[in-house]
């Protein structure tokens, strides 16, 4: 019948409403939780990336640096002396025996001493040593006969000096009789340059005053640039700065040694750590003094003078003696 025909009914706006509603919040959970596992995955995959490409391109770790003492006041380990017995012996022992390039002291102290005539001596069989006097006009007359039969080698003969206020240069009054006395005798000679440099030109005259006063005579032994501070602030080379100074013990040894003879250089502990720049001057010998028992100086040196006040025969009163190193 028309009246009672039914059309199909329609689903109510609710009831459509309440199921899309429900498919949109299932679905984007879904997608969520696999969206958060795939980035977590990611994630680790690229760490464990990161951390082989580190132990792959990284170096070993370095250790942490340790602080090195100023050698001026610290002597050196006797570690270094320790040198591994194998093919590098030679590169070893330079290394060993280096700071930045410069020589440390050879020596172990601990084997110095004095004999019962107040002598120096080296207790180490592999090395051998010298004894020696350095003199000037302050001993006066010499008996060098006497000298060289009392165990004495050689002899640094105090050549001239300049003046400390006005700069004049001069001979000392006995060298010439020093000189040829030594000779005479059979001892190695050398001889000493008492400098007051403050510029290279002066150095440089002093070279040139040693030069023609030794042509005479046939030394052994090297020819000594002996820089001293005199006096203060009225001394003339109170303003020495230590490059000035470095320059002109270069001068005077290059002149020096063109000239054919052997070159060293005289300081004092106080000298060779706060006025001369030793590194430039390696090239040279270094006579090192110290009135010590034991040498406290972190540098190498080649002679010692240990004492003023040793008792030799031949001279009257006291004189300064040295202990020379053969290498």
């Keep these: 019948m028309a009246g009672t025909h039914l059309r199909p009914r329609k689903p109510s706006d609710s009831s459509r409403g309440g199921t899309a509603v429900t498919t949109r919040r299932r679905t984007p959970v879904l997608l969520w939780v696999i969206l958060g596992l795939l980035l977590a995955a990611a994630v680790t995959v690229s760490i464990l990336l990161l951390r082989l490409g580190r132990q792959e391109e990284e170096p070993e770790a370095s250790p942490t640096p340790q602080a090195t003492a ?106 010439q009789q020093n000189i040829q006395g030594a000779l005479a005798n059979g001892l190695d000679v050398g001889v000493y340059f008492y400098s007051q440099a403050i510029s290279v030109e002066e150095a440089r005259e002093e070279a040139a005053f040693v030069l023609e006063r030794l042509e005479p005579y046939q030394i052994t032994y090297p020819v000594v640039f002996d820089w001293e501070i005199v006096g203060g602030d009225e001394a003339r080379t109170y303003t020495v700065g230590r490059r000035t100074l470095a320059d002109c013990a270069a001068a005077f040894c290059q002149d020096i040694q063109d000239a054919g003879y052997d070159t060293m250089i005289y300081f004092t502990q106080y000298l060779g750590y706060r006025k001369y720049m030793l590194r430039t001057l390696t090239e040279h010998g270094f006579w090192y003094a110290e009135y010590e028992p034991q040498p406290r100086f972190a540098y190498d040196f080649d002679m010692w003078q240990y004492t003023c006040y040793g008792q030799v025969d031949g001279i009257e009163g006291e004189v300064d003696l040295n202990i020379q190193f053969l290498r």
């Design 70 to 175: 100023d050698p001026a006041a610290t002597p050196v380990p006797s570690a270094m002396t320790v040198i591994p017995a194998d093919g590098g012996m030679d590169i070893a022992l330079q290394a060993a025996r280096k700071r930045d390039g410069f020589p440390l002291l050879s020596w172990d102290t601990a084997l110095f001493s004095l004999d019962s005539r107040g002598r120096m001596t080296y207790n180490d069989s592999s090395i051998a040593t010298r004894t020696g006097i350095d003199v000037s006009e302050h001993q006066y007359d010499i008996d060098w006969a006497a000298v060289a039969a009392d165990g004495i080698d050689f002899a640094i003969i105090r050549l001239g000096y300049r003046g400390s206020t006005a700069g004049g240069l001069y001979e000392d009054g006995y060298f």
